[in-house]
Each structure stands twice: as structure tokens, then as C-alpha cells.
């Protein structure tokens, strides 16, 4: 009898123990499941963050560009070059603030002084800008970029820049219909959604 009771207990035992890795395995199956969720969805917001980054880049240097050949105005586009300076895609900015943007500045520079009439003056907005990113101090190529401070004057710029092309069309409307319009409009809103964008994840 005391053989057969020992035999229950020690039976008892391994069916507990069994049931407590089968119900840790499933624990540990539902937690690597959620972590997977989690990362899929952080994935996809740093995805989208990255996504309206360059987007707003290329529209800020979109415009700069037809008001430099078509679209003259009488805004305050030269803002258009601390926004690109601003949200230029680390992989564009490393570019330029390293021994190619060095070059540039240099080619500019000597072009500008020995040879201006062969300088055109659609050339000085991104001569500047290149400029800008070779000399600006780490606080500002670095921290500040890189902050919610310069998103905010990202957002600034946009909002800004908005609404003296609504002012300068006649009116919202006008904005839409006249002969460019739409193309500047939409431009210009680009570079509201970047900065609005990352500033809600920021202080989510």
C-alpha cells in the first residue's frame, strides 16, 4: 500500500508540473506575440515618421525651386531654407555636412567671388543652404535639429508660409484655382504634416 500511494503522489506531481510549463509555455507564447504586436506597430509609426520627413523635405526644396524659376512672390521663401536645414533626412544632411557638401561650398564660394556672372541668382538659396549645413555647430546640427524645438519651427515655417500664399492668391479659393495654385497649396501644406505629425507622437 505505502508503494502504491508513493507511486499516486510522485503521478500527481509530474501532471502539476506538467500543466505548469504547459500553462508558462502559453504565457510566454502570448507575451512574445504582444511584444511582436508592439514592435510592428512602433515599425510602422517610424515608418510613417520617416515617410513625412522626406516628403517634407522634397516639397520645401519643391518650392524653393519654382519661386526661384516661375512662381515669384513676394513671401519670405528664403524660410524654405531653414526648414529643409531643419528636416533634411539624417542620410541627405550627413551627406552634405561632410566632405561633399565641403566641395559644394567651396566650388560656390570661389564661384561667387572670382566669376559672378556665372554665378546665377537661382543658385544662391541653395548655395546658402549647403553653406549652412557645412558651418552650423553641432548644438544646431545636432541637438537642436534633432529636438522638438526644431519641429516646432518646422511647424512655424509652415503655417507662416501658408498663410501668406492664401493672402497672397486673394483668398483660399484663389489658392486652388489660380494658375499654380494647387500645386504651391499642396506643397506648402506638406510641410505642415511632417511637423505636426512627429510633434503629436512626441507629447502622445
Given at each position: 500500500m505505502g508503494i502504491k500511494k508513493s507511486y499516486l503522489a510522485m503521478k500527481t506531481d509530474a501532471a502539476v508540473a506538467s500543466d505548469l510549463i504547459d500553462s508558462d509555455l502559453k504565457e510566454i507564447g502570448f507575451a512574445a506575440k504582444k511584444l511582436a504586436k508592439h514592435a510592428?506597430?512602433?515599425?510602422?509609426?517610424g515608418f510613417g515618421t520617416?515617410?513625412?520627413?522626406?516628403?517634407?523635405?522634397?516639397?520645401?526644396?519643391?518650392?524653393l525651386i519654382l519661386d526661384r524659376t516661375n512662381w515669384r512672390s513676394n513671401m519670405l521663401t528664403t524660410l524654405l531654407i531653414p526648414?529643409?536645414?531643419?528636416s533634411l533626412p539624417s542620410l541627405l544632411f550627413g551627406l552634405f555636412r561632410g566632405d561633399?557638401?565641403?566641395?559644394?561650398?567651396?566650388?560656390a564660394v570661389v564661384t561667387r567671388l572670382f566669376f559672378p556672372r556665372h554665378f546665377p541668382d537661382w543658385l544662391e538659396a541653395p548655395a546658402a543652404l549647403v553653406?549652412?549645413?557645412?558651418?552650423?555647430?553641432?548644438?544646431l546640427a545636432d541637438t537642436f535639429r534633432n529636438s522638438w524645438i526644431g519641429t516646432l519651427v518646422c511647424l512655424v515655417i509652415g503655417c507662416y508660409l501658408?498663410?501668406?500664399?492664401?493672402?497672397?492668391?486673394?483668398?483660399?479659393?484663389?489658392s486652388?484655382?489660380?494658375?499654380?495654385?494647387?500645386?504651391?497649396?499642396?506643397g506648402i501644406v506638406l510641410l505642415l504634416v511632417y511637423p505636426v505629425w512627429a510633434l503629436i507622437l512626441h507629447f502622445i
Amino acid at each position: 500500500m505505502g508503494i502504491k500511494k508513493s507511486y499516486l503522489a510522485m503521478k500527481t506531481d509530474a501532471a502539476v508540473a506538467s500543466d505548469l510549463i504547459d500553462s508558462d509555455l502559453k504565457e510566454i507564447g502570448f507575451a512574445a506575440k504582444k511584444l511582436a504586436k508592439h514592435a510592428i506597430m512602433l515599425g510602422g509609426i517610424g515608418f510613417g515618421t520617416t515617410f513625412l520627413m522626406w516628403l517634407a523635405s522634397f516639397a520645401a526644396i519643391y518650392l524653393l525651386i519654382l519661386d526661384r524659376t516661375n512662381w515669384r512672390s513676394n513671401m519670405l521663401t528664403t524660410l524654405l531654407i531653414p526648414y529643409i536645414f531643419l528636416s533634411l533626412p539624417s542620410l541627405l544632411f550627413g551627406l552634405f555636412r561632410g566632405d561633399f557638401g565641403k566641395w559644394l561650398s567651396l566650388i560656390a564660394v570661389v564661384t561667387r567671388l572670382f566669376f559672378p556672372r556665372h554665378f546665377p541668382d537661382w543658385l544662391e538659396a541653395p548655395a546658402a543652404l549647403v553653406l549652412l549645413m557645412v558651418v552650423a555647430p553641432s548644438l544646431l546640427a545636432d541637438t537642436f535639429r534633432n529636438s522638438w524645438i526644431g519641429t516646432l519651427v518646422c511647424l512655424v515655417i509652415g503655417c507662416y508660409l501658408l498663410q501668406e500664399h492664401i493672402r497672397a492668391s486673394g483668398g483660399f479659393r484663389n489658392s486652388f484655382t489660380k494658375a499654380n495654385g494647387i500645386s504651391n497649396t499642396v506643397g506648402i501644406v506638406l510641410l505642415l504634416v511632417y511637423p505636426v505629425w512627429a510633434l503629436i507622437l512626441h507629447f502622445i
